[in-house]
Structures are given as C-alpha cells and as structure tokens.
C-alpha cells in the first residue's frame, strides 16, 4: 500500500538548521509531483515547497524562501527538505504529500520546533 513516511523533525534554537526526509513506497515515485506542507497550531495548513517529477522544477513560499530547499533522490524515493536560519514563526506539523492527477497521499506529519 502507499506510504510516506515522513522523520527528521525535532527542537532546534532560532537559526539552526534541520533536514526533513520522506521516504515513499507503493507508487511510481518518479511519476509524482512532492510537495511540503506545513500546519501551525490554530492555522490553516499550507504549501512551503514544491517539486517536479524529476525534480528539476521547484517553487517555495515567500516565506522561505532563501532559506529553505526541497530536493528529491527518485533512485531512493525519498523527498528532502533543507531548512536552515530557522525562526520560532517555523513552528508546526510538516506533511509530506505526493499528487499525480487525482491521486493525492500525505505522510502522518513530523513535529519542527523552534525555539530558545
């Protein structure tokens, strides 16, 4: 069946950095587009970076951008995301989610806190 697994969160100071991984199984992972989400306490959940099939189209939000990079290894279906100069602002539930079509999977989230 179709997994993403997403690790890598944890507590971080303000300005330190975290890698976010997610690993996928059960589908063509070449075939889909990968994004990462994020969901703060109280808000809506929202896209932060996006990344083509093959990886050479990506797009963030205004937000992190500069400050955050998604890549992907499809020889080892996992989609990565860099996020360096962390803010408290960074804070949430990070959702990794995979879309071909009308196909669309999540993860179960991994928890990023920033903080002092």
């Known amino acids: 069946q179709v997994q993403l697994v997403e690790s890598g969160g944890g507590l971080v100071q303000p300005g330190g950095s975290l890698r976010l991984s997610c690993a996928a199984s059960?589908?063509?992972?070449?075939?889909?587009?990968m994004s990462w989400y994020r969901q703060a306490p109280g808000k809506e959940r929202e896209l932060v970076a996006i990344i083509s099939g093959a990886g050479g189209i990506t797009n963030y939000a205004d937000s992190v951008k500069g400050r955050f990079t998604i890549s992907r290894d499809n020889a080892k279906n996992t989609v990565y995301l860099q996020m360096n100069s962390l803010k408290p602002e960074d804070t949430a539930v990070y959702y990794c989610n995979a879309v071909q079509y009308r196909l669309n999977y999540w993860g179960q989230g991994t928890q990023v806190t920033v903080s002092s």
């Open positions: 059960g589908f063509i992972f070449d075939n889909y587009r």
